[in-house]
């Protein structure tokens, strides 16, 4: 069973606050993702992460934006939401060496709804 | 840039079927093809994985068909049985692209009792 957690699970706020939402994880893991996922299920690498002080954007542009301070804790940050902001978002994290593909435990994901 | 294609979108299929979902893939350096499983308010998890020096993988009921010169591959689910019903994502990787999945669209599979 993964030990990756996200807080919070649902969250419904107005436009233009800022919001954080929390991912960690106990396995020790090196690397770690944000996905956001649509309504129709696709989902899009957003950021990631290799390691401590290590964060690259992801194949979808998004305006959030991530740090890396611990290796257990991968946060996303939204400074002045939207209503297109409104998605799922999935934190995982995998072990491996650069380059070679582990196997990504994903958390329970965070719904946001900005109205 | 799509560069794993996946088909259908959904699929339902009746107990004791065999659902078949399908992926293609662009990239020749993919070297890494796994599989995952979606609940409802759930994230995804690990089905079955497959690397290309193999046509084929089985894990339960779950068994990967892999060609490589067609750049397809597929997941069969004996069987099936209604708690199967998910969302099933395939997936790609390789060294070019860091190790970073690229996910398919997903296919919405519903096994009726």
């Known amino acids: 069973e993964a030990d990756i957690y996200q807080t919070p699970r649902y969250l419904v706020i107005g436009t233009g606050k800022k919001i954080t939402l929390e991912c960690s994880q106990t396995?020790?893991?090196?690397?770690m993702y944000w996905y956001q996922q649509d309504p129709g299920m696709e989902l899009h690498l957003i950021h990631y992460s290799y390691g401590v002080n290590s964060t690259e954007k992801g194949d979808l542009s998004s305006e959030s934006t991530v740090s890396r301070i611990r290796t257990e804790h991968f946060p996303l940050t939204l400074e002045s939401a939207r209503p297109s902001h409104t998605s799922q978002y999935l934190c995982a994290s995998s072990y491996g060496s650069l380059g070679h593909t582990g196997e990504l435990f994903f958390g329970e994901g965070s719904r946001l709804t900005v109205l | 840039q799509q560069q794993v294609k996946q088909s259908p979108q959904s699929l339902i299929v009746q107990k004791g079927g065999i659902p078949i979902i399908n992926c293609a893939y662009e990239n020749t350096a993919f070297d890494y093809f796994p599989w995952y499983q979606q609940f409802p308010g759930k994230g995804p998890a690990l089905l079955i994985a497959i690397r290309p020096d193999v046509s084929e993988k089985k894990e339960g009921r779950f068994t990967i068909s892999f060609n490589k010169s067609a750049k397809q591959f597929s997941l069969h689910i004996m069987d099936s049985q209604p708690g199967d019903s998910a969302t099933y994502f395939c997936?790609?990787?390789?060294?070019?692209?860091?190790?970073?999945?690229?996910f398919g669209e997903g296919t919405q599979l519903t096994v009726n009792p």
């Open positions: 997936a790609a990787s390789g060294e070019t692209s860091g190790s970073r999945l690229t």
């Open positions: 396995m020790g893991h090196d690397k």
